[in-house]
């Protein structure tokens, strides 16, 4: 008795407006990176100076990469797991993380033994993916209480 191998599952578009409302959180998400980081650089530069400016650009810049190329590797991998049904060793997963780490490190470093004005910039950059998730959570939450989703 051979069984026949199932064929992998259509991944199904979004149809209510909620799922379509849902399933666009991560391009708010990078999109509030964008704008949260532009702001407070300019924020930063104005009120503690250039270096600082310069040092918190870099780390946002680093942030946005990381959470862009994240998403992606993320996705790519989730996808190749759902059409092949395969377990996959998630190799490629690691070594961008590794590579997303090692360059902040070299640019955390670099930065750390020329200014600590643009190393604390850097580090309060570093955190913009942060801000971002707690204005998209609270972009879900007005328009769950307003919409109803």
């Known amino acids: 008795m051979t069984s026949s191998p199932l ?4 991944p199904a578009e979004p149809s209510t407006p909620a799922d379509r409302f849902f ?3 991560i391009p708010r998400m990078l999109r509030f990176l964008l704008v949260l980081g532009l702001t407070f650089t300019v924020f930063t530069a104005w009120r503690f100076g250039l ?3 310069l040092g918190f650009a870099a780390g946002s810049l680093i942030a946005y990469w990381s959470f862009r190329s994240l ?3 993320v996705q790519a991998l989730a996808a190749r797991v759902v059409e092949t049904r ?3 060793h998630g190799l ?3 070594n961008g993380f590794f590579l997303r780490y090692l360059l902040a490190g070299i640019v955390a470093y670099v930065i750390f033994t020329s200014s600590s004005r643009a190393f604390r910039g850097f580090l309060f950059g570093l955190c913009m993916p942060v801000a971002a998730m707690l204005m998209e959570a609270g972009f879900e939450t007005y328009a769950a209480l307003r919409r109803g989703y």
């Open 7 to 10: 064929p992998p599952p259509v």
């Open 23 to 25: 399933s666009a959180a």
């Open 51 to 53: 270096i600082a400016g």
């Open 71 to 73: 998403n992606q590797a």
């Open 86 to 88: 395969n377990r996959e």
């Open 92 to 94: 490629s997963l690691v």
